[in-house]
């Protein structure tokens, strides 16, 4: 393999332009997972202007480029899928047919070893190293929105029932009740983040846009534009004001639902899910194929799905004593998380937790019921 690396600023318009191509192809091609906005060549320059050590590996055959490998890298050569944390897409574009080895490729690229929690499928020299697979959900839209609606009143007939009347009842009870779709005002972006960040804090959950870096890469993702690329504020409006709203990414065919949130003063109206309901309208008129939910365990997102995809997380390594030391560290700490995240009677005594801490530290009086053993 012909492997050259670049830093962010170095790549070159014709390679940006071909990195794009290839993921416009990807749905045709029969491979739609390479087609996700977190893959995109924005997505990881963007990522690249906060945070140290992005760069891009460009793999060419006679000359033209054939696969695009973002990824993050320290001084000790301990590599990350770029945005590690908040991107959920993650691996390698490349042509239909391409195989690479993976660790000619770490060599290449000064990594003894590659990390990631949301590798797509069909990357198949990097899933040798994937300790763990999740599923994703997705709301496919390829058939229009009618088709998508009418499936889900056949799968969950009370969700569709429930929701669909609430919004009637939003309806009547607003003064005005208006959806738009590309929202440009940042100041109701701003309204999103205070919600997520309320939400977060309120269910004892880390604060992600307490790192002022995250905070700084959706402003700038949300003023990003290229064809077929763009941060997407989408938003429901009730009485005049926004009272649920979500900030995602999308490609020619693909929308990725990144942060959600919603007013809870409206908490009764399910203003989120009606939400969700209006964007997959909104994005269906507009030939985006499917919505991907993102990995997670939540019952709004099983609710919507019409499938799921799989996602991994895991290590690509080669022998390097760096390699050894990073698993080391790593590897408990992700099988503790899992088995917690994997089973009801570990994850819902410590989701109640969490959401106790996160009352205490907002002030709200909380009541301790015992533990029954």
């Given amino acids: 393999m012909d492997i050259s690396v670049y830093r962010p600023g170095e790549l070159s318009g014709a390679d940006r332009a071909a990195w794009t191509a290839l993921q416009s192809k990807a749905h045709l091609q029969g491979s739609p997972q390479l087609a996700n906005p977190f893959l995109s060549p924005e997505f990881a320059l963007a990522v690249g202007r906060y945070r140290r050590g992005v760069r891009i590996a460009v793999v060419r055959e006679q000359g033209e480029p054939v696969a695009f490998f973002p990824f993050q890298r320290s001084a000790t050569g301990v590599g990350r899928a770029v945005g590690l944390g908040i991107s959920d ?13 993976a660790r000619e490729l770490l060599r290449a690229c000064g990594l003894a070893v590659w990390e990631f929690d949301h590798l797509v499928e069909g990357q198949g020299p990097f899933e040798a190293g994937a300790a763990k697979g999740f599923p994703s959900p997705v709301m496919d839209l390829d058939q229009g929105y009618e088709t998508y609606l009418t499936q889900l009143r056949l799968r969950s007939p009370k969700f569709t029932r429930t929701t669909l009347a609430k919004e009637r009842r939003l309806t009547r ?12 005002d940042p100041a109701v972006l701003r309204t999103l983040m205070d919600w997520k960040s309320a ?15 995250i905070a700084d890469l959706v402003r700038q993702l949300f003023h990003t534009r290229s064809e077929p690329f763009a941060g997407i504020l989408s938003v429901l409006y009730a009485d005049g004001k926004p009272v649920a709203a979500h900030f995602g990414l999308r490609t020619e065919r693909v929308l990725a639902c990144w942060f959600p949130a919603y007013d809870p003063e409206y908490a009764k109206y399910s203003p989120g899910l009606i939400l969700h309901l209006r964007m997959a309208e909104a ?42 030391g990073h698993r080391a560290r790593r590897v408990p700490a992700r099988a503790l998380r899992n088995a917690v995240v994997s089973r009801p009677e ?11 801490i996160g009352k205490i530290r907002s002030g709200t009086s909380v009541t301790v019921k015992p533990t029954k053993t």
């Avoid at 897409?89 to 080895?101: E, I, K, N, S, T």
């Avoid at 997670?296 to 996602?311: F, H, I, N, W």
């Fill in 89 to 101: 897409a993650q691996g390698l574009v490349h042509r239909p047919g391409f195989v690479w080895d």
């Fill in 173 to 184: 009870t607003a003064s005005e009740v208006r959806y738009v779709h590309d929202e440009r």
């Fill in 199 to 213: 939400q977060y804090r309120r269910t004892g959950r880390s604060d992600r846009f307490a790192h002022p870096w």
């Fill in 283 to 324: 994005a269906a008129a507009d030939g985006v194929a499917h919505l991907d939910l993102g990995r997670g365990q939540k019952e709004y997102k099983d609710s919507l799905k019409t499938r799921e995809l799989t996602v991994s997380e895991g290590w690509v390594t080669r022998r390097h004593p760096v390699a050894v």
């Fill in 346 to 356: 570990l994850f819902e005594p410590a989701d109640r937790f969490l959401k106790k």
